[in-house]
């Protein structure tokens, strides 16, 4: 069992600064890409940022320049540093990860696993 738990949301005035964690925990035997995805009230679930074991980075286009995206691989822990908060950057944030695992059958296997969310809300 395998599962990733997200904290470090809450409310936030324009022009702020949050910061989220998701640790991942459980029968891990390796952690390959982390990402963060948002989705909005009314719209679909959208990818925020992402982060590959050895460090690459991708980014939305609306969040560069913004969000610095990060991870502990000591912690299984990824990050999202969101600066200059905007009243659209208000979503619940879900953090996934590529998990490879042992089944019980003894192979590897990759699964994508997904937290709860935490809602940000960006508002005066």
């Known amino acids: 069992q395998v599962q990733v738990v997200e904290s470090g949301g809450g409310k936030v005035q324009p022009g702020g600064s949050l910061r989220l964690s998701c640790a991942a925990s459980?029968?891990?035997?390796?952690?390959?890409?982390m990402g963060w995805y948002r989705q909005a009230l009314g719209k679909q679930r959208e990818l925020v940022a992402d982060?590959?074991?050895?460090?690459?980075?991708d980014y939305a286009d609306s969040v560069k320049g913004r969000f610095t995206i990060s991870r502990d691989n000591a912690k299984n822990t990824v990050y999202l540093q969101m600066n200059t908060l905007k009243p659209e950057d208000t979503a619940v944030y879900y953090c996934n990860a590529e998990i490879t695992v042992l089944d019980y059958y003894n192979d590897y296997v990759d699964v994508a696993v997904w937290g709860q969310g935490t809602l940000v809300t960006v508002s005066s």
């Open positions: 459980g029968s891990i035997f390796s952690i390959n890409a």
């Open positions: 982060i590959t074991s050895g460090g690459s980075t």
